[in-house]
């Protein structure tokens, strides 16, 4: 009999199950992956093949052609569809089953069990409500492998729909200019748009070209999020007078946005929390809004699952260890590399 | 103290001038008598609460929350005054409570000893949100630091009630805060503060800079322009008072000049210290940069008193004894001076002699010739000229000396900010340090971020974006392959730079897009013209 949670091993690019040698977001190349959803640092190019959720491996289709067939028709990155609640069996017996995990599109966690062990890997998630993914699920588990980006008392994020209102009072307040929004282009884009249409906001909202094709992409997955249009395609500067145009953050300070009647600058960001981060990158609106879960969420989520052990993956993890330490509760930190995600 | 604490967030996020005026104008329009006062004194730095020290947030913080997570928090936010009001423990059963005003919270943080404000002070943070937090930590422990200099908050005071910011500017050093006459004047058309006996200042008069034109001397009289900084010096019922170009009191930095003034006056002058540079070895004025030494203290040691002592080279009387000289043409004006002179010690008084030249270009062969350290220039006044605040076109000129020119490599740019945010608009350039041609190295030797047009900066912009090295968050290391010809008005030895100088007021003359970087300057061509 081999030693308890022997056979999962965090490894510096990504979580290995041993017996059926398949990675978890793993930072390199392999030759089957397990991947948690779409966003860069989890989800990257060249493996051999891709077990994620049908809106995750749509999304690295559209950025890795995962799954897309060559000239001759050969299937050289293969992508194996799993729905919201399927198992399946990989070797060695382990079983995977995918759980929303609330974070994007597609976004999922992965209960791993094998000789009667239990793990969640939750990639990123969140807690607070999103009109454009499946809410996240408490799963019981001996072993929660968590994220911790925002793994500090300070962040806090507020209800969206406070940040959604001084989006829209900042807009009416300033007819004579835009408001332009820096939003992550997987995920925070989309959701800020479903958000302003739920609070009304019927008037098109601008992109910036870099959003276009996963807006769609969202769309074509029954998230509607109403009138698009490119800012290339304005008629004039005049005529973005009073609109509000999304970008991804790169694109907030960049020469694009010379294209723009003096625009005030907005970035949906959960670390607009922080005055300072702000400030740095010249935003004058700061809407601290955010697809991770925040301090509150992060803890409350371990007191639900109440596991045996917390493995902390990635972000702020010493406040949080402290924190597992202080409500006496075992927590190790994994050193994994190359899980960051600043423009969140 | 909601509408105060929306206030300061939402001048802490604005980087427009014109924005940050609109915010605080609104405000000061919507908000009642004497919060509006008070929020006044808070931007401009006059609200003062000693019980309550940085370090006593941070021990009420260590009191709550657990001081690992309160370390990393802190490391992490960078300011002490938003982790906390950040990380308050907000009470879960809060009663609501009715709002504090904030006058009602300035009265509170008054009236807190080091004894009772460990006690009062959570009572306080409790009844308001992180916002309310942030901005009741930044007053009582003073140090707003959202960009708002005093003169932009009594810019936008005067741009909220119509009043000219000059007669602002007159009355408000006199005035305590609340500031409940000038508010009873500007917003609500009473009479303006009744202010005799109290020594206050009165906005200087400023001149334009005389560009390509020819003055005739009939008309006006020359002086040389001093490079130290504008004073006026005020007495009245009793008291006299140095007040700096911005209006601040700065008496407790120039105490030996506190004692001097026989009668109640308005005095308009140079501030020097002794020295050999200015206007001759005997009874002359030492270099800027020996000024530096005694600005901004609050106190003044006896060794800086006698290292570097101050006098006013006086150039202007606005008032007299009772009289208010102030319509009266220059040449009076200057005669009245003349006149009060030997009234005044010459320890710690001269006048600023005037310049002599039968006609204009002699005048002009004067200026180029006097190479003297630290005399900027000429000053040009209109011998009918009446004393009045701000600049008025063809009363005063000053006439600078030609800069000083020096060939500079570009080596890095940063992004500017406001309209100029997506543009490589601040330029650090250097000097040579030996021969390029023989594996010398550029020194930075000075910053600069004017003196281009809006065509040019384009340009600049695209030569940075396509000669970038390396990058270091907003700034850019480019090729050496740019050459600007920089214009400055002097240069010092300085220890904060490399190359051991310091340029005062560098500004691009010419782009040299035609020039090969090995040909600029050196940085020894640079350290012959310090002259300290």
């Known amino acids: 009999m081999a030693a308890p949670f022997s056979w999962i091993r965090p490894e510096p690019w990504g979580i290995h199950i041993v017996p059926a040698d398949i990675w978890v977001d793993p930072s390199r190349p392999v030759p089957r992956a397990l991947v948690t959803h779409g966003h860069a640092d989890h989800a990257r190019g060249g493996h051999g093949e891709t077990i994620a959720t049908p809106a995750t491996l749509a999304i690295m289709e559209l950025r890795y052609r995962t799954g897309a067939s060559d000239d001759s028709g050969t299937v050289l990155h293969k992508a194996v569809p799993v729905e919201y609640g399927e198992t399946i069996r990989l070797p060695g017996g382990v079983d995977a089953t995918y759980i929303p995990a609330g974070h994007v599109l597609g976004s999922a966690q992965i209960l791993l069990e094998h000789a009667g062990e239990r793990v969640v890997i939750t990639g990123d998630y969140k807690r607070a409500p999103d009109p454009t993914c499946a809410p996240f699920e408490v799963t019981p588990c001996d072993i929660f492998i968590t994220e911790a980006t925002f793994g500090l008392p300070v962040f806090t994020h507020p209800p969206i729909g406070e940040e959604i209102g001084k989006l829209l009072e900042a807009r009416a307040d300033n007819p004579d200019t835009c408001v332009l929004v820096g939003a992550y282009a997987l995920g925070k884009a989309q959701r800020v748009i479903a958000e302003l249409r739920a609070a009304g906001h019927s008037d098109t909202i601008w992109l910036h070209g870099a959003m276009e094709a996963m807006c769609r992409l969202y769309e074509e997955h029954g998230v509607a999020l109403g009138d698009l249009r490119l800012v290339t395609d304005a008629p004039s500067k005049e005529a973005m007078c009073g609109a509000i145009v999304v970008a991804p953050p790169s694109a907030l300070n960049d020469r694009w946005s010379r294209r723009l009647p003096d625009p005030i600058t907005a970035m949906a960001s959960g670390w607009m929390r922080v005055r300072a981060r702000a400030r740095q990158r010249g935003v004058e609106l700061p809407l601290v809004i955010s697809d991770h879960a925040d301090w509150n969420e992060l803890t409350r989520t371990i007191k639900e699952v109440n596991p045996a052990e917390t493995w902390i993956t990635h972000g702020r993890e010493e406040a949080l260890l402290r924190w597992c330490a202080l409500s006496q509760r075992r927590a190790r930190a994994l050193a994994l590399v190359g899980y960051e995600d600043e423009d969140d | 103290m909601e509408e105060f604490a929306s206030l300061l967030d939402a001048l802490v996020y604005t980087t427009s001038r014109n924005r940050k005026l609109a915010l605080i104008a609104a405000y000061l329009r919507s908000s009642p008598d004497p919060d509006r006062g008070w929020a006044m004194a808070a931007l401009t730095g006059g609200l003062d609460f000693p019980a309550v020290k940085s370090s006593t947030i941070r021990i009420l913080m260590m009191e709550r929350v657990d001081p690992v997570l309160w370390a990393l928090s802190r490391d992490f936010v960078g300011d002490t005054a938003e982790t906390a009001s950040l990380l308050w423990p907000e009470p879960e059963d809060a009663a609501p409570q009715p709002a504090l005003s904030l006058a009602e919270v300035v009265d509170r943080l008054a009236a807190l000893t080091r004894a009772t404000a460990p006690k009062e002070l959570p009572a306080l ?32 005071f005067a741009i909220a009630f119509e009043v000219p910011v000059e007669e602002v500017e007159e009355y408000w050093h006199a005035l305590a805060a609340p500031y409940p006459e000038l508010f009873q004047w500007a917003a609500e058309g009473g009479d303006p503060p009744n202010l005799a006996g109290v020594p206050r200042f009165r906005p200087f008069m400023l001149a334009h800079p005389l560009e390509d034109g020819v003055v005739d001397l009939a008309d006006y009289a020359a002086e040389w322009k001093w490079d130290g900084i504008r004073v006026q010096l005020v007495r009245a019922g009793g008291e006299t008072r140095v007040y700096s170009r911005s209006g601040d009191d700065i008496s407790a930095t120039f105490p030996e000049l506190l004692d001097l003034l026989p009668i109640d006056a308005v005095l308009d002058g140079e501030l020097l210290v002794r020295g050999v540079t200015q206007g001759g070895e005997a009874g002359g004025a030492a270099s800027f940069n020996a000024l530096q030494q005694r600005l901004g203290r609050k106190t003044v040691s006896k060794p800086m008193l006698r290292d570097y002592p101050a006098f006013v080279r006086l150039y202007d009387v606005l008032l007299l004894d009772g009289t208010d000289w102030r319509e009266r043409p220059w040449k009076s004006r200057r005669a009245t001076l003349e006149g009060l002179m030997p009234r005044l010690p010459e320890s710690h008084f001269d006048l600023s002699q005037l310049v002599e030249a039968p006609d204009f270009a002699a005048l002009s062969a004067i200026r180029d010739t006097a190479r003297d350290e630290a005399i900027e220039g000429l000053m040009l006044k209109h011998r009918d000229s009446p004393y009045v605040a701000g600049r008025r076109v063809g009363h005063w000129f000053k006439w600078k000396r030609d800069p000083l020119l020096i060939d500079c490599v570009v080596m890095y740019a940063q992004r500017g900010s406001g309209k100029r945010s997506s543009f490589y608009s601040d330029y650090t350039f250097g000097c040579w340090d030996g021969d390029p041609d023989a594996g010398a190295e550029l020194l930075p030797v000075g910053k600069a971020y004017s003196g281009f047009t809006d065509a040019e900066l384009k340009k600049l912009d695209k030569f940075v974006r396509q000669n970038t090295l390396n990058r270091f968050g907003p700034v850019r290391e480019v090729k050496r392959e740019l050459v600007f010809e920089v214009a400055f008005d002097s240069v010092h030895a300085s220890k904060r730079h490399k190359s051991g100088l310091a340029m005062r007021f560098p500004r691009i003359h010419r782009i040299r897009w035609d020039k090969p970087a090995h040909e600029a300057d050196r940085v020894e061509s640079l350290r012959a013209l310090v002259k300290d």
């Open chain 2, 125 to 156: 943070l409790s009844r308001m949100d992180a916002k309310g937090r942030y901005a009741l930590i930044k007053l009582a422990t003073g140090g707003m630091r959202v960009g708002v200099s005093a003169r932009l908050a009594k810019t936008a």
